[in-house]
């Protein structure tokens, strides 16, 4: 049998402050969205930054973590694996997601606002 592998590495910026939130059965979910930026030269060889923004999902304990721990700005790099889903939106479109589940946080930094 072949085997797979579902793995996501990344590091950038918390867009907000970790949303936290306690769900029945002692379950608990923080999410965030981090802000990952590129920088390439376009064909007048002037820099530019591309932001690319994805959707972070911490269960139970990494979840209480990311809450302590993430503020808008704080500069983090986690390990995960990619989750989809779908759902229906209230004009009845179906959607769809794509999450990373964090297994593995590191917290580079935490900005300092006024």
């Not at 918390?14 to 979910?29: E, Y």
């Not at 989750?83 to 300092?112: H, M, W």
């Amino acid at each position: 049998m072949e085997s797979a592998i579902n793995k996501v590495v990344l590091s950038g910026f918390a867009g907000a402050d970790a949303d936290f939130k306690n769900l029945s059965g002692n379950q608990k979910v923080a999410k965030v969205n981090l802000a990952v930026n590129e920088y390439f030269k376009n064909s007048l060889g002037e820099e530019v930054k591309k932001t690319q923004w994805f959707n972070l999902t911490f269960w139970n304990a990494k979840a209480e973590l990311a809450l302590a721990q993430i503020k808008k700005g704080t500069k983090i790099t986690i390990e995960g694996r990619l989750q989809t889903g779908s759902y229906e939106a209230k004009d009845g479109s179906k959607r769809f997601t794509t999450d990373i589940v964090v297994s593995d946080l590191v917290v580079k930094e935490i900005a300092v606002t006024n």
